[in-house]
C-alpha cells in the first residue's frame, strides 16, 4: 500500500447524501432479505395469508347472506285465517282492531269470494269444476312495520289466533327468522375470527421479523458501531414486516378467490331457486384491496414491536468485544 | 484546527468498578496522539468515549470546544458521522463483501450509489485492498481484514478518526505505512487517536498520552527520560 498522498483529493462536489436514499435502500434490503430465505418467506406468507382468509371468508359469508336476505325480505307479520262462511262484518271488525295497534302497518282483507276468484284464475279448472261451493275462508293479511320485532309480531298473532272466529293464524316466512339469525351469528364470528387471528399475523410477523433480526445480528451490531441511528436500524426490519403482510394479504386474496370459484356454481344454483336476481359479492378490487392493507398494517404492527424491543435491549451494543 | 478534549473525564462499570478516576487530556490535529498502556487499562473504553459510542460515568468531552457529552440523540449521531472508528478485533461482517463492509458508514448516511463507488474504491486503494473488492472477509487474513477495517474508517472521511490497535496484524512495515496514512489525514485536520501497546511503533512519535490507574499522561516531555530508562 502506498498512501504518499491523501485519498481524498477534492474532486470538486461534495458527496450528495439523501434521505430518500436512505429508505430506498433500506426497502431493497428487506427485499434482499425476503429473496434470500425464499422458503421461510412462502410460508410466512403462506401463514399470513391462511389467517386473513378465513374472517375474510367468512365476513363474505354473512354479507352475501344479508344480501340475501334483502333481495327476499318481504314485510314480516302474519295471515289470519277464519272459519268458513263467517259474515263479512265479522272480518271487517277483526281487521279494524288490528288496524289500530300501533305495529300494524297495513291489514289486507282478503275475502272468501276473492281468495275463490283467485284459485279459479290458476291452473287446477278442472279439479275446482268439481267442488260446488267455495271451500275456501276469508283471511287477513297483516304486515307488520318495518322495525317491529320478532316478539311483539308473535304476541300479536298469538292475541289473533284467541279470537273466536279465527280459525288459525300462519306467522311468515320463518325461514327468514332463521336467517337473520345464521347471518347475526356469521357477523360475530366473522369479528372474533378477525380479532384471534389479526393477533395471529401479528405474532407471524414478530416471529418473522426477529429470525430476520437474528440472522443480521453481526450487521447491526457493526452499523450500529458505525453510527447508525435506531430507527435506521430498524427501518429495513419494519419494512420486511409490511412486505410480509402485504404478500400474506396477496395470498388471502387468492385462497378467498379460489374458495369462491370452487362454491360458486352451487351457490348461483341456490340463488336461481329463489328468482335468480341475486347477485353474490365476490371478490372485488376494494376488498381485496381492504384485505392487503389490513395484512400490511398488522404485518407492519408485529415488526414495529419486535424492532423496538430488540433494539431496546441493546443487543446489539456498541461495545465490541 | 480541530481538537477533542477531556475534561474530569471518570468511568465507572457496573459493579462499582471505577476504570477511570479523573482524565483531562487534549488531543489535537496535525499529528497523531498515542495513547499506550498495559492491557486492561481502559484504551479501548476510553476510544468509546472520544467517539461518542459510550456516555462517560463523569466529566465532558469537547470536540472543537463544543460539549459532546451534552449532546441528544440526534446530535450525537450527527456528530458520530463525523468519527471514523478502526476497532481492535476489526468488526467486519463476515458474510458482507469487502465492498460492501466498507461502504457500511456510506449507506448509513444516503450516498449515492455512483459517490459510494468513487469512494470505496479510492479507500480500498489506499490500503491496498483493491483487489479484494468482492471477495468475503472469511477469505482474508487478519492483516488483510484490518486494513480492510481501516479502509471503513477512513472512507467517510471523518474528522475524528479513533483507531483500537490498529497495527496489531501488521509488520512493521505495514504498521509504519498505516501510520503514514493515518498522518495524512492528521494533516488535514482530522483528530486522530490510536491506541497501542506496542512501544516500537511510538518510539519516535511526537504526542504519547499514557494511561496509568484511572488516569492519563502526557508523555510527551518525558520522552527523552523514558528512553534512557530503557
Ligand atoms: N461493559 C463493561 N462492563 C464491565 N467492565 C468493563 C466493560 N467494558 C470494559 N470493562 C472493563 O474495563 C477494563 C478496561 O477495558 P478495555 O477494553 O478498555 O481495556 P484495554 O486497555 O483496551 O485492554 P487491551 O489492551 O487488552 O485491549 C477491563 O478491565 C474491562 O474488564
Ligand atoms: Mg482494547
Redesign the pocket.
Known amino acids: 500500500m502506498k498512501p504518499q498522498s491523501f485519498p481524498w483529493p477534492d474532486d470538486g462536489r461534495e458527496a450528495r447524501e439523501s434521505v430518500a436514499r436512505v429508505r430506498l435502500r433500506s426497502l431493497k434490503e428487506s427485499f434482499e432479505h425476503l429473496c434470500s430465505h425464499p422458503l421461510i418467506t412462502f410460508f410466512v406468507w403462506l401463514l399470513i395469508g391462511i389467517a386473513l382468509s378465513l374472517p375474510a371468508g367468512f365476513w363474505l359469508v354473512q354479507h352475501n347472506i344479508g344480501v340475501v336476505a334483502q333481495e327476499l325480505s318481504t314485510d314480516s307479520g302474519f295471515t289470519v285465517y277464519f272459519y268458513k262462511d263467517l259474515p263479512q262484518e265479522e272480518v271487517e271488525t277483526a281487521a279494524n282492531s288490528l288496524r289500530r295497534n300501533p305495529i300494524v302497518k297495513d291489514v289486507d282483507v282478503i275475502t272468501a269470494q276473492e281468495a275463490w276468484e283467485f284459485l279459479m284464475a290458476s291452473d287446477f279448472d278442472e279439479e275446482l269444476d268439481a267442488l260446488d261451493s267455495n271451500p275456501l275462508p276469508a283471511s287477513l293479511t297483516v304486515t307488520a312495520t318495518q322495525e317491529t320485532d320478532r316478539e311483539q309480531i308473535l304476541e300479536l298473532a298469538k292475541w289473533a289466533s284467541e279470537q273466536p272466529a279465527v280459525e288459525s293464524v300462519e306467522v311468515d316466512t320463518e325461514w327468514m327468522v332463521q336467517l337473520h339469525q345464521i347471518r347475526q351469528i356469521a357477523s360475530r364470528l366473522t369479528w372474533i375470527l378477525s380479532a384471534l387471528y389479526g393477533i395471529g399475523v401479528v405474532f407471524v410477523s414478530v416471529a418473522a421479523v426477529r429470525y430476520a433480526m437474528d440472522s443480521r445480528f453481526e450487521e447491526l451490531r457493526v452499523i450500529s458501531l458505525l453510527g447508525a441511528s435506531n430507527r435506521s436500524m430498524r427501518r429495513p426490519f419494519v419494512y420486511c414486516g409490511v412486505l410480509y403482510g402485504f404478500g400474506g394479504g396477496v395470498v388471502a386474496t387468492c385462497i378467498v378467490v379460489l374458495s369462491l370459484m370452487i362454491i360458486e356454481q352451487p351457490l348461483q344454483g341456490l340463488a336461481n331457486r329463489y328468482g335468480g336476481s341475486i347477485q353474490f359479492l365476490a371478490m372485488d378490487y376494494l376488498f381485496s384491496f381492504i384485505l392487503i392493507v389490513v395484512g400490511s398494517i398488522l404485518g407492519l404492527v408485529g415488526a414495529l414491536q419486535v424492532t423496538v424491543v430488540q433494539i431496546r435491549k441493546n443487543r446489539y451494543s456498541n ?1 465490541s468485544r | 484546527m480541530s481538537s477533542v478534549a477531556l475534561k474530569s473525564v471518570g468511568m465507572d ?3 462499582g ?1 471505577e ?1 477511570f478516576k479523573n482524565l483531562n487530556a487534549r488531543f489535537d490535529d496535525k499529528a497523531i496522539n498515542f495513547v499506550v ?1 498495559r ?8 476510544l468509546q468515549i472520544i467517539a461518542g459510542l459510550l456516555p462517560p460515568s463523569r466529566g465532558k468531552v469537547f470536540v472543537n470546544d463544543i460539549n459532546v457529552t451534552g449532546f441528544n440523540r440526534s446530535e450525537m449521531l450527527r456528530y458520530r458521522k463525523y468519527v471514523g472508528v478502526v476497532t ?1 478485533n476489526s468488526s467486519l461482517v463476515l458474510d458482507r463483501s469487502v465492498y460492501e463492509n466498507v461502504a457500511m458508514p456510506l449507506r448509513i448516511t444516503g450516498m449515492s450509489g455512483q459517490d459510494i463507488r468513487h469512494r470505496v474504491g479510492a479507500s480500498l486503494r489506499v490500503v491496498g485492498m483493491s483487489d479484494a473488492s468482492n471477495l468475503l472477509p472469511t477469505r482474508l487474513s487478519s492483516g488483510e481484514r484490518q486494513r480492510v477495517s481501516i479502509a471503513r474508517a477512513i472512507v467517510h472521511r471523518p474528522k475524528l478518526l479513533v483507531a ?2 490498529p497495527t496489531g496484524n501488521f509488520d512493521r512495515e505495514l504498521a509504519l505505512e498505516v501510520l503514514g496514512l493515518f498522518d495524512l489525514f492528521a494533516e488535514r485536520d482530522t483528530v486522530v487517536v490510536v ?1 497501542t ?1 506496542d512501544p516500537n511503533l511510538v518510539s519516535h512519535a511526537e504526542r504519547v498520552f499514557e ?1 496509568e490507574n484511572g488516569t492519563i499522561e502526557s508523555l510527551s516531555r518525558k520522552q527523552s527520560s523514558m528512553e534512557s530508562a530503557e
Do not use: M
Request: aromatic residues 10%; charged residues 20%.
Open positions: 461495545r | 462499570f457496573p459493579g468498578f476504570l498502556g492491557s486492561g487499562v481502559g484504551k479501548t473504553t476510553l481492535q483500537d490497535e491506541a501497546h494511561l
